[in-house]
Every structure is written in structure tokens, then in C-alpha cells.
């Protein structure tokens, strides 16, 4: 396996049920978010890609856009087609509604991968977030595909049938969704103005820091 480099996922296939738009066309200042959170991605990865419904729905780059095998079967189809394509087999993903990226927490999910983990999530509390988790090939993938033959997509279940690290972290650490259209214009409330200076916790390191190469 090639555990010394990484790609980053951004997961921007869903439907966005809940909040009544597509939420993967959503502006933050004079960009997409999903323009931002490849920036954010650049930083440590060595590779991003983005799980789309539509090819070249953003046409971002340097950015391969890949669309789910397993049709219709919710964030695990969109692991599972990350996985398929990634060029390395430490893999972060994320998801395309979660616009403050923590970049030192994504780091420290990494980590537990050099540490015998096959998966890491954070957790605060009773609440976990597995739409921010990293995650180590094959043993991940040929779960999500096994699952996905059984058309169970439940992602918690993907976890709990690997070896997964489990990150305890701060309140203020853990990942913001938005779920729905307030989550988005509270959002735009309130980091639109100091935008430079919100655009991703960067309290960690660069990418030439996180591998051991």
C-alpha cells in the first residue's frame, strides 16, 4: 500500500433533501464553497477529488470529478467511488456542506492511520461526524463494496466493521453542516465578513509536514 501520500474526497453527489437546493453550487464570497474547500484540501493532499452527479459539474483544475458506481446508496456509494479512484490509499473525505474545514483536525485523523487504525472519525461527546473521517485501503473498500452489494449504505455500520479511531475533540472543533437554508445564511452571517481569516482552521501543517516521507 502507498500510505506516504494522500487524497483528499469531496463528497458533492447528494441531493440535498433536506435543504431544498443543491447545495454544492453555494457562494461564499466571490466563490463556490466548493472552491474553497479544495484549497483547503490542496494543503495537505497530494491529490483531491470531487464525487459529483454530473461530470464536470465544476470543472475545477487539477480536480478529478468522479461519479458513484453504486447508484442512489447515499454517502457510502460516494466512499466507495472515491476509494475506487483514488491514486493513493490514505483517503480523507469530506463533505461539500462543511465550509470551515478544520485543517489541524483532518491532520490528526491522518495520524491515527500511521498508528494501526483503519479509520478515523471525530467525536465530541455522543455525537460523531463520519462525513469528516480518514480512511485506509483495502480493508475499507472491500467493506463499502461487500455493504453495498447488500444494499446496506448505512455509513455507521461502514465504520463499526473497521478497525476505527475515534478522535475526542472540542466543541468548537467539530465540523458545521448546512443541513438547511438557515444554516446557510447564519453561516454567510457570520464569516462572509472576515472571510480571509475564517477560510479553514489552519493551525496545523502544510502537506510537506504531514507525510512521512
Same mark, same amino acid.
Given at each position: 500500500m502507498? #500510505? $506516504?501520500?494522500t487524497t483528499a474526497i469531496i463528497l458533492a453527489g447528494g441531493k440535498s433533501s433536506r435543504f431544498g437546493?443543491?447545495? #454544492? $453550487?453555494?457562494?461564499?464570497?466571490n466563490r463556490l464553497i466548493i472552491h474553497h474547500l479544495v484549497e483547503a484540501c490542496n494543503k495537505f493532499a497530494d491529490e483531491v477529488l470531487?464525487?459529483?452527479?454530473?461530470?464536470n459539474k465544476f470543472a475545477i483544475e487539477g480536480v478529478r470529478e468522479i461519479s458513484d458506481i453504486f447508484k442512489e446508496k447515499g454517502p457510502l456509494g460516494g466512499f466507495h467511488a472515491g476509494m475506487e479512484a483514488?491514486?493513493?490509499d490514505k483517503i480523507f473525505f469530506t463533505a461539500c456542506d462543511m465550509p470551515l474545514f478544520n485543517l489541524e483536525l483532518a491532520q490528526?485523523?491522518?495520524t491515527q492511520l500511521d498508528q494501526g487504525a483503519e479509520a478515523a472519525i471525530p467525536r465530541h461527546g455522543e455525537r460523531t461526524e463520519p462525513l469528516f473521517s480518514a480512511i485506509l485501503r483495502p480493508a475499507a473498500l472491500n467493506t463499502a463494496t461487500a455493504m453495498l452489494q447488500q444494499d446496506?449504505?448505512?455509513?455507521?455500520?461502514?465504520?463499526q466493521q473497521?478497525?476505527?479511531s475515534y478522535l475526542e475533540c472540542q466543541e468548537e472543533d467539530f465540523q458545521f453542516n448546512l443541513n438547511r437554508q438557515e444554516d446557510y445564511q447564519s453561516f454567510l452571517a457570520t464569516y462572509t465578513t472576515n472571510l480571509s481569516s475564517n477560510l479553514?482552521?489552519?493551525k496545523g501543517n502544510t502537506k510537506g509536514d504531514t507525510h512521512n516521507e
Open positions: 502507498n #500510505t $506516504t501520500k437546493a443543491d447545495k #454544492t $453550487t453555494l457562494p461564499w464570497g470531487i464525487i459529483s452527479n454530473q461530470q483514488a491514486r493513493y490528526k485523523l491522518l446496506n449504505r448505512r455509513l455507521m455500520d461502514f465504520f473497521l478497525n476505527t479553514s482552521n489552519e
